[in-house]
């Protein structure tokens, strides 16, 4: 456990680091060297593990190691490629960790920083595809609990419409686009009393790709939209 004065100094250094060296370039530097090192140990370690549920509880307890470093290259970086920063970018999503990972992700996109080779596809279109599908399994894990489900729909709907603004000029594959209208469609619909938003986003959905599976959802929501024209103010249903 680093002390907070060591927590300090690497943010600090890293942050000088990263403003020292030119866009486009390789991220260099002695932070970069030390954390590039632990991100090595950190993948070999994963590797080991068979279990993605494991996998990822590994992750949540290997990435506070690089908070500092991330923190300083966010802090002074001019957009040096850093595959250190990238990986924890992505392995923030994976965690379900959608502040985090945006934060990184509004940096690397404004940057045009690219992912890892061993990822095989470009910044705009993983960000989009991890934050869509982590949402969706955060709005199906809160499902079952009315209360938080309102919560975690209201959260999600924030940092979805973050990523549809980040990536909208971007060029991707429509599946993947369709991917983030589902889940703010879903995220809408249960964050409550956005049933047009809702049914709009779906229908993005599947305007986008025809096979993501939101038909009946937009048909029950259209429904109960209707139903609340009828019963709402002004409406026809009987005193």
């Known amino acids: 456990m680093l002390s907070p004065a060591r ?3 690497q943010q600090v250094t890293a942050a000088r680091a990263a403003g020292d060296t030119q866009p486009g370039r390789q991220q260099a530097g002695e932070q970069y060297e030390i954390h590039a090192a632990a991100l ?3 993948r070999r ?3 080991g593990i068979k279990s993605l549920e494991a996998k990822v509880a590994r992750k949540r307890e290997l990435l506070p190691q690089f908070d500092a470093y991330v923190a300083g290259v ?3 970086g001019n957009g040096a490629q850093d595959d250190v920063l990238m990986t924890v970018m ?4 994976d965690i379900g960790d959608l502040a985090g990972g945006l934060a990184i992700a509004e940096y690397a996109l404004r940057h ?3 992912t890892p080779d061993r990822y095989e596809r470009d910044t705009p279109s993983l960000v989009t595809e991890q934050a869509a599908e982590e949402a969706l399994a955060l709005l199906e894990k809160a499902s079952a609990d009315e209360t938080d489900k309102g919560h975690t729909a209201a959260e999600l709907v924030m940092h979805l419409s973050r990523v549809e603004a980040l990536t909208r000029d971007a060029d ?3 599946p993947i686009r369709a991917k983030l209208h589902k889940a703010l469609g879903y995220a809408y619909r249960d964050k409550g009393g956005h049933a047009r938003e809702a049914i709009d986003h779906l229908k993005r959905a599947l305007s986008l790709n025809e096979r993501v599976g939101v038909k009946k959802d937009i048909e029950k929501l259209e429904r109960e939209l209707k ?3 009828v019963n709402g103010p002004g409406g026809n249903a009987p005193a």
């Open 7 to 9: 927590k300090r100094f």
């Open 40 to 42: 090595w140990e950190a």
């Open 45 to 47: 370690t994963l590797k």
């Open 74 to 76: 966010l802090e002074g």
């Open 90 to 93: 992505l392995w923030r999503f």
């Open 112 to 114: 045009g920083l690219e």
């Open 172 to 174: 991707m594959h429509d």
């Open 227 to 229: 139903q609340q024209n």
